[in-house]
Every structure is written in structure tokens, then in C-alpha cells.
């Protein structure tokens, strides 16, 4: 029983090797620093594909699921710079009509700097929550599991950045 549950939420019962690397590589292209150069709008111009192509091996998708409502969730595992600790991040998106590109993509939460296999544990379980609930705020105290959202930064969906609350700027 356990194994369906975690089968359920493996990205390999949805895409091929090679379309989850295409997919993944649009995700870092969201999540990720900016290649060299490159800025909010031009960050998917071709010319810095190869930058976040190279960054795939430092990258893993975790769990994954569909909704019938065309919403595909994500838990997905990323490198911290300059450290050996790595973060979860859970969010959620779209796709464009006929393609693996995300569209409506959200990072719903960040979690804090952690060694691999307590991120794992702990975005799992926050995964699941998303999925089955629709969000998380029962665990947002929850400071060892949910670095951000939080007081000092919130997911801007226009920009697709973390950004200072517009409350808080101001009162800065």
C-alpha cells in the first residue's frame, strides 16, 4: 500500500527521461539565479538554455502530480550556493498548451537549508499536504520546515521572485 502511495507521486509515471529533463530545465529556469546576462524577460531567450541545461545534475524532482484540474504539483530538491545543505521547494503550475513549458508557475514554499534526506522527509511531507489540502498554513510556525513564505518574504506570481511583503517595504 505504502508503495502505490509513493508511486502515485513519482514524475516518471507522467513523462519520459528525456521530457522530465526538458521539464526540469524550465523549472530551473524559474527557480534558479539568473544565467549570466540574462534578466527577468530574457532569461528563455535560447542563448541561456545551456546555462540552466548544466545546472540539471544539481536538481531533482522529488514528487510530482497531476490534479484534474490541470494543475501539476511539485516538490522539487535544489543545491544552496556555496553549501553542502540543500532546499525544497513546493509550488505548483500549468502547461502551456502542446508543450513542457510551465506556465502560472508558483513557488508556494520554500523550505530552510537542510542536509538531503531531512528536506526530503520533510517536503514530502509538505507535498502531500499541498495535494491533498490545497495549502499548508496549518504549518507555516513551522519554522524547521517552511523557511518562506513568512513575514519577510512572500512569491510575487507576476515576477516569479521572492519579494519583500509591499507592508513591510514601506514601514522599512
Known amino acids: 500500500m505504502a508503495s502505490c502511495e509513493?508511486?502515485?507521486?513519482?514524475?516518471?509515471k507522467y513523462y519520459t527521461d528525456s521530457e522530465r529533463d526538458t521539464l526540469l530545465t524550465n523549472m530551473?529556469?524559474?527557480v534558479y539565479t539568473k544565467a549570466p546576462g540574462a534578466?527577468?524577460?530574457?532569461?528563455?531567450?535560447?542563448?541561456?538554455?545551456s546555462f540552466y541545461n548544466k545546472s540539471l545534475p544539481s536538481f531533482h524532482i522529488e514528487n510530482y502530480f497531476i490534479a484534474e484540474n490541470g494543475w501539476h504539483y511539485y516538490f522539487m530538491i535544489r543545491p544552496v550556493g556555496g553549501s553542502t545543505k540543500r532546499r525544497g521547494v513546493i509550488g505548483k503550475f500549468k502547461l502551456e498548451k502542446?508543450?513542457?513549458?510551465?506556465?502560472?508557475?508558483?513557488?508556494?514554499?520554500n523550505t530552510p537549508h537542510l542536509d538531503e534526506e531531512i528536506v526530503r522527509e520533510r517536503g514530502s511531507f509538505?507535498?502531500?499536504?499541498?495535494?491533498?489540502?490545497?495549502?499548508?498554513?496549518?504549518y507555516?510556525?513551522?519554522?524547521?520546515?517552511?523557511?518562506?513564505?513568512?513575514?519577510?518574504?512572500?512569491?510575487?506570481k507576476r515576477t516569479n521572485n521572492w519579494e519583500i511583503p509591499k507592508q513591510k517595504a514601506f514601514a522599512d
Open 39 to 49: 534578466t527577468d524577460s530574457t532569461k528563455w531567450k535560447p542563448e541561456f538554455r
Open 98 to 109: 502542446g508543450s513542457l513549458k510551465p506556465t502560472e508557475f508558483e513557488e508556494t514554499l
Open 6 to 12: 509513493a508511486d502515485k507521486y513519482k514524475i516518471s
Open 28 to 30: 530551473i529556469t524559474y
Open 126 to 138: 509538505l507535498f502531500k499536504e499541498l495535494v491533498k489540502n490545497g495549502d499548508f498554513d496549518k
Open 140 to 156: 507555516l510556525t513551522m519554522k524547521h520546515y517552511i523557511q518562506w513564505p513568512d513575514s519577510t518574504l512572500v512569491y510575487n
